[in-house]
């Protein structure tokens, strides 16, 4: 869903600066920095990072606005929380919209409207299913990797891509009919891929590197299970 320059209105793009901004500030103040300050740590966030970039930088898409891209953000939040996992989408965004920007397909100007859709809206939706599984759910490992990674990530896509799609209509960018008909159910076959993904990662993460994984807890999901 990279919204490439003159899309939208200027008060829509101006209004998703004056709500962005705000989060950035939000983020930058109580971010866990000292948890980075591990090196190791900084080279997982880091790293994490890169391969996103790469993960963005390959998508699919018919119109301009309508094309769509694994996001990684339920890993990333399960992994650094939502401050970090904010910044560190940012970066991948800013990363994105530059090799864009160059090849003249994504400008700069729609920056804030994008950054809202891929990185804080879903960012916030990871957080709040894990919020919600572990106050309704029992602290079990398969819980957390099926309920909360797995279908976590698999609805993350989903109703982010009912909020991108919703954001186009509202704007009267396309058609309703096509962008619930079309564009919208795209989202629902990307959800598998990246649940899949997802799960898969965070499974090996937890097998082999655990402490790469901030949500997991190894007294809450394994300790006299």
């Given amino acids: 869903m990279n919204f490439p320059d003159n899309l939208f209105a200027l008060p829509w793009v101006l209004g998703a600066y004056f ?18 300050l591990d090196s190791s740590q900084l080279n997982v966030w880091l790293g ?7 993960m963005w930088s390959m ?3 018919v119109r301009p606005g309508m094309n769509m891209h694994l996001l990684g953000a339920t890993m990333f939040t399960l992994m650094f ?3 970090l996992a904010i910044l560190g989408l940012t970066a991948v965004l800013a990363a994105v919209t530059f090799n864009s920007a160059a090849g003249g397909t994504i400008g700069w100007s729609t920056f804030a409207l994008n950054a809202l859709a891929m990185t804080v809206v879903p960012v916030f ?16 490992f398969f819980v957390y990797l099926f309920v909360m990674t797995f279908f976590g990530a698999a609805i993350n896509t989903v109703l982010t891509g009912l909020v991108a799609t919703s954001l186009l209509a ?3 960018i396309y058609p309703v009919d096509l962008l619930f008909g079309d564009f919208f159910m795209s989202y629902i076959l990307l959800a598998f891929a990246e649940a899949w993904l997802t799960g898969a990662a965070i499974t090996l993460m937890i097998v082999y590197y655990p ?5 997991f807890d190894d ?3 394994l300790l006299n299970k």
């Fill in 19 to 36: 709500v962005f901004l705000p989060i950035v500030l939000w983020c930058v103040v109580t971010a866990p920095w000292r948890r980075l």
């Fill in 48 to 54: 994490t990072i890169v391969v996103l970039m790469l």
């Fill in 59 to 61: 998508r699919a898409g």
């Fill in 81 to 83: 929380g939502r401050q």
């Fill in 125 to 140: 939706l990871a957080w709040a299913i894990q919020r919600a599984v572990e106050r309704w759910l029992p602290p079990h």
């Fill in 170 to 172: 509202v704007a009267d």
């Fill in 211 to 215: 402490h790469w994984v901030g949500s």
């Fill in 219 to 221: 007294q809450r999901y």
